[in-house]
Every structure is written in C-alpha cells, then in structure tokens.
C-alpha cells in the first residue's frame, strides 16, 4: 500500500536528509516537491531541490513556490546552512528542469485530480501551504494531513519561544493552524531528541559512498555553524538534530512516536513573542485540538532507519 505525499521543503541541510528518507521509500508516492525560502533565498532552495533530487536519480516535479513570507521581511538561515543552503557541500547541476506550475498551482491540481487523500509533508516556513489555503479552500478535504516540522511547546531556536520555520512566516501558518486540517507537529520538543551521535556519523561515513560522504560533510557544518550562532542548542556538540527528518519518518512509521492531541495556535501580535506555537497541553483554553504535537522519538530505531536509507540511496545511484 502506498501513500501518496507532496513535500514542501526549504533544502536546507535537514531538508535533504529528509528528502533522502522519503527517496529511500517507495511505499511514498512523492506527487511532487514545492520549495520556499527559508534556510536559505528561494534561487538557493530551488537549485538545491533539483540538484539533490537530479543526483538522486529521482524524476519528481519540482515547482517553485512564493518568493517571500506574507508580510514578514525574510530572514535566512544562512549561518547554519551555508552560503549554498547546504553547507558548502555541491551536487552536480541538475538534470531536472524546474516545473512550468507554481507550487501553488502544482499543489491544487495535484491535490484536485488525486482519487484519495494525500500527505502534505512540510520541512520549511509555511507560506506556499498558506497561500494556497487561502486561494483554494476547495483542496482541504483533500489533504489528509500535514506532518509538520515546525514550531514548539517549549523553547526555541529563534527566539526563546520562536521555532525558525513559524518565525519566518507567523501568518501563513496561523492560517494553515486554523485551516481544520488535522497537523502532526514534529516541533522542538521532538526533534531535540531526533539527533545522530558524532559516532553515528563515522557510521555514516563508513558506508563509504559519494552519498554517504556528502551526507556526513553537510551535518558536519551543521554542527560547527551550530556551535557558532544564535541557533546554538545546548549539546548540539554530539546531538546533531535532524528536525525535518522526523516530519517524513512519522509518515513512514508513526508507532516510532509518541505526542499528545492539543489545541495550538500561533501568536502573531506579541513584541516578543511574535511566531510562538501556543500549545495548550492543560486544555485550559477548553478549544478543540487541532494538532497532534509529538514530543517522545525511539532515537535509535529513527537512527537505524536513516542510515538504511542512506545505504539504500547509495546503492541506487552508485
Ligand atoms: O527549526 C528547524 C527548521 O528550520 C528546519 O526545518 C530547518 O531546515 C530550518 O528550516
Ligand atoms: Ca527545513
């Protein structure tokens, strides 16, 4: 049985692990891939979803979504993921040409014409999934749900309460929150426990593959740039936090987690708060849950499961 998906991703280096776990899979019917800016300018996401996807060996369409948040400035991630989005580290020019749909476009008709429900799996700000809410509210009976990266009960990476992917465009996901379709949010209580060990990479590195290779010097910057900003995470020393691969892993193997259906809602007009996942754990709001928000991973299991995508994925293409 397979389960057909479309990803909206901001590639960016966890984006492409969990673009590699999505490959890896083929009981993942990846309909198509829609980017945003987000870790990097949306020129630099683009190129990098058809390089990575071309190196895959991988025939997907790839369309390009909206160029900036709804009304935020946009703000990068350049120092974590690199001046090319992802860590310095370069595929060969893609094969793929980029879709002649906007994402938006490409999401509804996908969406429109599919005769059964379809994941929406989402690694990045939230803004092509947003505006096409808005534009086209017909497609929401059509999602089955979205798997989410983003946001957070406690913490943040931004801010003290601010996830990058909801900090970046607040509004769009307000709207994507409040659109009634059911989210399973894979938010920093989870992905800070989603981590690989700098033993699990020689691990990686041990496969010995030009993936494999790839692989381990993307999450090598990763952890240096880590050590160096604002995004610095206590422990992210040895506790290399592979955020967006939980969004793709959930689809794939729910039992690996565990979460808690809440009501969440996005703050838009706090001075310090702006972009703050609002996670009523107490039900004290009494408001319907919206959201399952995940908190507790098999680290190990979820471990073993990437590194056998990345063995698979550097057999596929050599
Ligand atoms: O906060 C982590 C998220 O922000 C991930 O999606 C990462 O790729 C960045 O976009
Ligand atoms: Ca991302």
Do not use: W
Not at 32 to 37: C, G
Not at 39 to 62: G, P, W
Not at 151 to 176: K, L, Q, R, S, W
Not at 242 to 264: I, K, M, N, Q, R
């Amino acid at each position: 049985m397979t389960i057909p998906v479309i990803i909206d991703c901001d590639p960016g280096i966890d984006d492409v692990m969990a673009l590699t776990l999505a490959f890896a899979h083929p009981e993942l019917d990846i309909k198509l891939i829609t980017t945003e800016p987000g870790n990097q300018t949306q020129a630099k996401t683009i190129h990098n979803a058809l390089a990575f996807t071309s190196y895959m060996k991988k025939d997907i369409e790839i369309a390009r979504g909206l160029d900036n948040p709804f009304f935020r400035q946009l703000e990068i991630a350049d120092e974590v993921h690199g001046d090319n989005g992802l860590g310095d580290v370069h595929f060969p020019e893609p094969t793929i040409q980029l879709s002649n749909r906007t994402a938006i476009e490409a999401m509804k008709e996908t969406l429109l014409s599919s005769d059964e429900q379809i994941v929406l799996i989402a690694t990045g700000p939230l803004t092509n999934v947003g505006a096409l809410l808005l534009a086209h509210p017909e497609i929401k009976s059509k999602i089955k749900y979205i798997s989410y990266m983003g946001g957070a009960a406690v913490g943040g990476n931004m801010t003290p309460t601010t996830e990058f992917n909801v900090y970046v465009d607040p509004h769009a996901a307000d709207i994507v929150f409040r659109s009634g379709i059911p989210i399973i949010m894979s938010g920093l209580d989870v992905t800070h426990k989603a981590y690989v060990t700098k033993e699990e990479l020689n691990r990686i590195e041990a496969i010995g593959s030009d993936f494999a290779q790839k692989v381990v010097q993307m999450l090598r910057f990763y952890v240096h740039a880590a050590k160096q900003t604002a995004f610095h995470e206590d422990g992210f020393e040895n506790h290399i936090r592979l955020h967006d691969l939980c969004a793709v892993s959930y689809v794939l193997t729910p039992e690996l987690f565990e979460g808690d259906d809440c009501y969440v809602a996005v703050e838009l007009e706090g001075k310090l708060t702006t972009g703050t996942t609002v996670v009523d754990y107490a039900q004290r709001t009494g408001l319907p849950h919206n959201v399952k928000v995940l908190h507790t991973v098999h680290r190990e299991k979820f471990v073993e499961q990437f590194l056998s995508a990345v063995q698979t994925m550097s057999r596929q293409i050599g």
